[in-house]
């Protein structure tokens, strides 16, 4: 069975995309730490991030790097954070967060409650900064 990021990078689940091409798709975190939270995903569905072969990994980083930068460009903050936990779906992925402390990337931190509305503009920001 197809994990729920398969899903969205297929299209069959709605997401506040930022950006794709043919091997990797970056959306909105629907539980965001902070505005501009962001995964990158291959879209080859492997369970583990250093499972996948060396060039889809390294496709990975280049690909999440460009919306880092575009992060950057969109979101006040000191740094765009990476961080990868991977245990809540089991398929490779990175968070991009925007933070100004360490503080900031805490997973126990509350999640923000954003608007549809608030979702869509924080997207399409971040998709014109590219």
């Given amino acids: 069975m197809a994990s729920i990021f ?3 990078a297929a299209g069959e689940i709605p997401s506040y995309k930022i950006a ?3 091997d990797y798709y970056a959306f909105l975190d629907i539980n965001p730490l902070k505005k501009g939270h962001t995964l990158v995903i291959p879209k080859q569905e492997v369970d583990y991030i ?11 980083h ?3 790097q460009k919306i880092a930068k575009a992060i950057d460009k969109t979101i006040p903050c000191k740094r765009v954070a990476v961080v ?9 992925h990175i968070h991009l967060i925007p933070m100004d402390s ?12 954003l608007t549809k509305q608030e979702f869509t503009e924080i997207a399409q920001a971040i998709s014109k900064n590219i």
């Fill in 50 to 60: 250093f499972d996948l072969n060396a060039e889809t990994l390294g496709g990975l």
């Fill in 20 to 22: 794709e091409n043919e």
């Fill in 102 to 113: 360490e503080s900031d990337i805490r997973f126990s931190n509350p999640k923000l409650k």
């Fill in 84 to 92: 990868v936990l991977g245990l809540e779906v089991p398929h490779a």
């Fill in 62 to 64: 280049v690909f999440a």
């Fill in 6 to 8: 398969s899903k969205i």
